[in-house]
């Protein structure tokens, strides 16, 4: 079954790390997107994708990067820059940058710092 | 900048009810709107998309409208069950195509 698959579902950062959140798709879309959301609070743009090699800053982009080496794949790297880590993270893609078509989310990771 | 507001924050009715969810964005020119559905500690799955062109879109006993004119869409549920608790979200999608969430409805359906 095609879908987008995230890992790990559950993720420990230490204070000063950096860590890489996984998110793969097998639907073919084009453009991907990671997601914020926090308790209380609606789903916040970190960064997207378009196409390969290229991506845009989200609302929220300080502290994350991404990179888009291959159409499959969108990993997002939460730095130590990121003073407020803690969260639920989502990945979603689209098919045609998404116009008229929709999304479709992965599971997600938590992400808890400790 | 694009703004989605959905009222009520939360909901509680008895099993076998009707209700309706309502949510409302800011800029007209959007391109589609998405309801969501969203069960405590996982991923958002797709309910119902409405293109801009629409007026609403029905999948079993789920039935979202758009009005664009203005700025508003409801998800009507019919025949509610225990097994619709859950937060509803509805995001807009405009011309960056980027989609813009509400915080959502979260429901409950008590049996």
């Known amino acids: 079954d095609g879908g987008i698959t995230q890992s790990p579902k559950y993720l420990f950062r230490k204070e000063g790390q950096n860590v890489t959140l996984s998110c793969e798709q097998n639907?073919?879309?084009?453009?991907m997107y990671w997601y914020r959301q926090d308790p209380g609070q609606g789903l916040r743009l970190i960064y997207y994708?378009?196409?390969?090699?290229?991506?845009q800053k989200g609302d929220i982009a300080e502290g994350y990067s991404v990179s888009r080496e291959k159409k499959e794949s969108f990993p997002l790297t939460v730095t130590s820059a990121q003073k407020n880590p803690t969260a639920f993270y989502l990945c979603a893609s689209s098919i045609r940058g998404g116009n008229n078509y929709g999304y479709t989310f992965g599971s997600g990771t938590r992400l808890t710092v400790v | 900048k694009q703004e989605v507001t959905q009222i009520p924050a939360a909901l509680s009715v008895p099993e076998g009810e009707n209700l309706v969810l309502n949510c409302s964005f800011t800029?007209?020119?959007?391109?589609?709107l998405q309801w969501f559905r969203q069960d405590p500690g996982k991923g958002l799955t797709s309910l119902l998309l409405?293109?801009?062109?629409?007026r609403e879109q029905t999948s079993g006993r789920l039935n979202a409208s758009l009005d664009k004119s203005s700025g508003r869409s409801t998800l009507y549920i019919a025949a509610s069950q225990p097994g619709d608790s859950a937060t509803y979200l509805c995001a807009a999608q405009g011309g960056s195509e980027k989609l813009v969430f509400g915080k959502g409805t979260k429901l409950t359906v008590n049996p």
């Open positions: 800029d007209s020119a959007i391109y589609n």
């Open positions: 639907l073919n879309h084009d453009a």
């Open positions: 994708s378009q196409i390969v090699n290229d991506f």
């Open positions: 409405i293109q801009s062109s629409q």
